[in-house]
């Protein structure tokens, strides 16, 4: 398991997802130039989610996005695992909440999705009281 800490978890993203620094440094330019970082809640759910529903929703996967989604859901769970209650909430409220809100979506994360992280979903989901998506995720 990685020692992830949440004040360096964007950059780990980043390490992990080198896909999504394009995007990042957009948004740190437009946005959050005088703060120097976009905060985890904002970078994940404003850069990783769009990407990973594009992912997600995709008919034909090649086999580089099929690895990509491996390394993606790794590193989630890899959050989810974690000691840090702020970065297991990243995974939790902002990315397995933005998954569940399409149901077509849910059903193809589950074939990368650990069970941590499957947890953390069905947490958000139990909150949310989208009982579809609980049934989904048994």
Same mark, same amino acid.
């Given at each position: 398991?990685?020692? +992830? ?9 980043? /390490?992990?997802?080198?896909? +999504?620094?394009? =995007? ?6 437009? +946005? ?11 970078? =994940? ?5 769009? =990407? ?8 034909? &996967? ?6 990509? @989604?491996?390394?993606?859901?790794? =590193?989630?769970?890899?959050?989810? &695992? ?5 970065? %297991? ?20 994360? &589950? ?7 499957? %947890? @953390? ?8 009281? %989208? /009982?579809?998506?609980?049934?989904? @995720?048994?």
């Amino acid at each position: 398991m990685m020692n +992830l800490i949440y004040k360096n978890i964007v950059q780990e993203m980043l /390490k992990i997802i080198p896909q +999504l620094l394009p =995007f990042y440094e957009k948004e740190l330019e437009d +946005l959050w130039i005088k703060e120097g970082e976009i905060p985890p809640h904002v970078a =994940f759910g404003n850069i990783l989610n769009p =990407f990973l529903m594009n992912q997600l929703q995709k008919q034909q &996967l090649t086999i580089e996005d099929e690895q990509l @989604l491996v390394r993606i859901f790794i =590193f989630l769970e890899n959050m989810a &695992l974690s000691n840090d209650v702020e970065i %297991r909430n990243v995974v939790c409220v902002t990315v397995m909440a933005r998954i569940g809100d399409d149901i077509n979506v849910l059903k193809n994360a &589950l074939k990368y999705v650990g069970n941590e992280t499957r %947890r @953390l979903s069905r947490e958000v989901e139990t909150l949310y009281g %989208r /009982k579809v998506n609980l049934n989904i @995720l048994q």
